[in-house]
């Protein structure tokens, strides 16, 4: 038996969108569609190209401007939403599953305002295919909605689809001797545990209605 450490886990973020990729470098946030530019934004992007990346852009941990640098905290926590139901001649209810749920806390050192701005204009991704647009998520939530969140142990992925940013979860820690620190929670529903580098699970499209 093995353990895992803590200095093996690394987290990487994109949309769930193919199509486009947020641009974060401005004030206000944008989206960018060009196919040779909208998979190189990332939260480890740098100053051309911070933002968050089209889905497809991880594939490996080399894909390194995805990555979520410099956390102090990962705090996922995978869970099911069930319906429970009585019935005649048993005392004890019934789990009647409906589907997945998951949160996941990221606490990171505070390095620009990406996170930020994603909490003030962009809770829930990108939406659209043919001309996508940052989603107001006052419409059905499709497929292409919110965040993917890729947390890496050492030896697999766990992965958390159509993330979106909670609405009272951003919080900035300041310290008059210490550097700031940010922190910022996903939640969402679909999640698969213990997905192989080379699987199709990292890159495919997910249907956001679980059976």
């Not at 886990?9 to 196919?35: C, D, H, P």
């Not at 991880?58 to 139901?85: M, Q, R, Y």
């Not at 989603?135 to 939530?141: A, E, I, Q, V």
Request: contains cysteine.
């Amino acid at each position: 038996m093995s353990f895992k450490r803590g200095p093996a886990y690394r987290v990487f973020i994109s949309l769930e969108n193919y199509q486009a990729g947020i641009v974060g470098t401005g004030t206000t946030l944008s989206v960018v569609t060009a196919t040779d530019s909208h998979s190189l934004y990332g939260p480890n992007g740098g100053a051309t190209y911070l933002g968050i990346g089209a889905l497809g852009s991880v594939t490996a941990t080399s894909d390194v401007a995805h990555e979520i640098k410099n956390l102090t905290g990962i705090d996922p926590a995978p869970a099911s939403i069930d319906a429970p139901f009585d019935v005649f001649g048993q005392t004890r209810p019934m789990d009647n599953p409906v589907r997945k749920d998951w949160k996941v806390t990221l606490t990171h050192k505070a390095e620009d305002k990406l996170f930020l701005k994603l909490f003030a204009q962009c809770r829930f991704g990108v939406t659209g295919s043919a001309s996508p647009a940052l989603f107001d998520g006052l419409s059905t939530y499709p497929n292409e909605m919110g965040y993917r969140l890729y947390v890496y142990d050492g030896t697999d992925w766990d992965l958390y689809y159509h993330g979106t940013i909670d609405p009272t979860s951003y919080k900035l820690t300041l310290s008059p001797t210490g550097v700031t620190e940010e922190q910022v929670m996903f939640t969402g529903g679909l999640w698969k545990p213990a997905v192989a580098t080379a699987s199709a699970d990292l890159t495919s499209s997910q249907s956001i209605v679980q059976a």
